[in-house]
């Protein structure tokens, strides 16, 4: 307190005090014993011999209060206690000044802790708000640090990047610093996971505070979440023709990307009566839907998408689908798994109708029927035959013609019909050049099922045929829709389906014996003369020998001998000899016939006669 210790003495007193007083407000004494408090004052006394009391005050010291500055007085007064002294005791003064020092500010909670996931919204910086105050400052300023690579904080102002270290600053009153602090998020940056932290600051600006600026870390940890894929170009069009050759099914290929998983998994669907896709593996079917997958790394999905193909099923139109998602196969995606979606166009494209039928290749006999088992189909539905074409080869003379849909028509170049025809309205044309007839058949619209009842029926009739003749081949050749060719559409099939009349003359036999037979005569000779002939063929296929008349069950009998190449087989009363064989061969054959009774008492009557009705087959 003394700059210049006071120096007491008293010339007829042992003892002396010294009394000291100061503004409460203003601080206290050390070393003047406990001061007394009154009205705002404190009192300090100091008794002892002069020269201890000399020493005390020496040692007095002044201890301003907390955060008081300004000047303040310390009373001082000596006095021996004795009444009456001769003099004055002495007083003094000691003006003290206290030079204002800038206080540091202070705050609560900058350090904490924040755990956050990996791409989460922005968070909270302070769990606890931080509360800033200053005593002697209007003013502090808020310094918050982070490493630029673990992400922003905002509600703090723009961060001033230096060194890889964003900067943030918040100045304003302590109340509208300490309101700030509580309002700034941490937003990590994408993809971040692992440990950072903010540091913070508090400071007021004025230089040689009294006090330590307070500071704090806020350690934050930010968890690894799974990142979902990522992929472009999923949704797309692509426009193709029915039936038309496997097509690239992404006009840009996608592009996919993992920033945490090795492998992806793609997922195609598709409905399976559109068709299938190829180069995707195996599809799974199920539902009525096809299932690809396709695993790899991005790299190796986006290389194996680029390459798959689109092959629409056989006569397939319409607008399908293929379904696309990516996934990685890890729990909890941050992010939606990408999908989209490739909008397919099949125009419809006219095929060619379509017609089988079996050629019966017949013998000829009046009517010959010249297909069986017709079937014809315009192939797309709503669609309908209008035309049949047929050529007949071969034609001679005009006594020839087909039966269409009940119509006699002539095969006579230039033949047309009258009216259209009773059952399915068709009508028709004849061309004939170069001895083969061309028919062409024009309906105002048959079904498939319409057009193979009217070739199923078609026959042929020549009403003169002559020994030689050739064959007439009858050909489908051709049958229109009204589907069009527009996008390369095919309106006429050509089956070509062909049936072959085959003429024959019918071959004759020549019998004249005639036998009496007695009972127990045995097996006799029937005829050993008889001669057989055709006038289009050297050989026979068939003979039949017939007990036609009288024939008695189980008694009448007949016996023959086979050749080399013809085999008998006797039923009842009839004997069929068959096996390819010259004419002089059957004659051989049918003149061994016999004929016995195996009864003693046979049945009365005669058998007469026996024919031989020779039924060639292809002779």
Do not use: K, W
């Not at 390459?307 to 056989?314: C, K, L, Q, R």
């Not at 189909?377 to 080869?393: D, F, K, P, R």
């Amino acid at each position: 307190l003394f700059t210049l210790a006071p120096v007491v003495s008293d010339i007829d007193s042992a003892t002396v005090t010294a009394t000291l007083t100061l503004d409460a407000a203003a601080g206290v004494l050390t070393g003047a014993g406990a001061g007394v408090l009154n009205a705002g004052v404190l009192t300090y006394t100091i008794t002892g011999t002069p020269a201890a009391v000399t020493t005390a005050l020496a040692g007095v010291a002044f201890d301003s209060a907390p955060d008081f500055n300004g000047i303040t007085d310390v009373g001082i007064t000596i006095d021996d206690g004795a009444n009456g002294p001769q003099g004055s005791n002495p007083i003094g003064t000691g003006t003290v000044t206290i030079n204002a020092v800038n206080d540091a500010p202070t705050a609560t909670n900058l350090t904490q802790s924040l755990s956050v996931g990996e791409d989460g919204a922005a968070a909270t910086l302070f769990t606890l708000a931080p509360v800033v105050a200053d005593i002697d400052s209007t003013n502090v300023t808020a310094a918050l640090t982070l490493d630029a690579a673990a992400g922003v904080l905002t509600g703090a102002g723009a961060g001033v990047l230096n060194a890889g270290v964003l900067t943030y600053t918040i100045t304003g009153t302590a109340a509208t610093v300490t309101a700030a602090l509580a309002a700034v998020t941490y937003d990590s940056a994408d993809n971040f996971a692992g440990p950072t932290n903010v540091g913070v600051a508090i400071d007021d600006g004025s230089n040689g505070p009294h006090g330590t600026n307070p500071t704090g870390t806020v350690s934050i940890t930010v968890n690894a979440v799974n990142d979902a894929p990522t992929a472009t170009n999923l949704s797309q069009s692509l426009t193709i023709n029915e039936d038309a050759a496997a097509t690239t099914l992404f006009t840009l290929p996608p592009v996919t990307a993992d920033i945490d998983s090795a492998n992806i998994t793609a997922t195609l669907t598709l409905d399976a009566p559109a068709g299938v896709l190829v180069g995707a593996g195996a599809g799974v079917l199920n539902a009525g839907v096809l299932t690809y997958t396709i695993t790899g790394t991005p790299a190796a999905v986006n290389a194996a998408l680029a390459a798959v193909t689109y092959d629409s099923a056989p006569n397939f139109f319409g607008t399908p689908s293929v379904g696309i998602a990516f996934d990685d196969g890890a729990n909890g995606p941050q992010g939606s798994n990408p999908t989209g979606r490739i909008d397919i166009t099949v125009n419809s494209v006219n095929d060619a109708p379509t017609v089988a039928a079996t050629a019966n290749n017949p013998a000829y006999v009046p009517g010959a029927d010249l297909f069986s088992g017709v079937t014809a189909s315009t192939v797309e539905s709503g669609q309908v035959i209008n035309q049949l074409v047929l050529t007949v080869t071969n034609i001679s003379d005009t006594d020839e013609s087909l039966t269409i849909d009940g119509d006699i028509v002539a095969l006579v170049d230039g033949t047309v019909s009258g009216a259209p025809t009773a059952t399915l309205g068709v009508t028709y044309a004849v061309a004939v050049s170069g001895g083969t007839a061309t028919v062409t058949i024009t309906s105002p619209g048959l079904s498939g099922a319409q057009t193979g009842t009217l070739i199923d029926a078609l026959s042929y009739t020549n009403t003169v045929v002559s020994p030689g003749d050739p064959a007439r081949v009858v050909t489908i050749v051709s049958l229109t829709d009204d589907g069009g060719t527009a996008l390369g559409g095919v309106a006429t099939g050509t089956p070509g389906i062909a049936s072959t009349v085959n003429f024959n003359i019918a071959p004759s036999i020549g019998v004249d014996g005639e036998i009496t037979y007695v009972e127990n005569d045995g097996a006799t000779l029937v005829d050993n003369s008889i001669t057989v002939s055709d006038p289009d063929d050297t050989n026979m296929e068939s003979a039949t020998v017939v007990i036609s008349s009288g024939y008695a069950v189980a008694q009448d009998v007949l016996t023959f001998t086979n050749t080399a190449n013809i085999t008998g087989n006797l039923v009842g009363n009839t004997l069929t000899a068959t096996g390819t064989a010259t004419l002089a061969e059957y004659e051989t054959f049918v003149e061994s016939v016999r004929y016995e009774t195996t009864s003693n008492a046979p049945a009365a009557g005669d058998r007469i006669p026996i024919s031989y009705p020779c039924v060639m087959l292809n002779a």
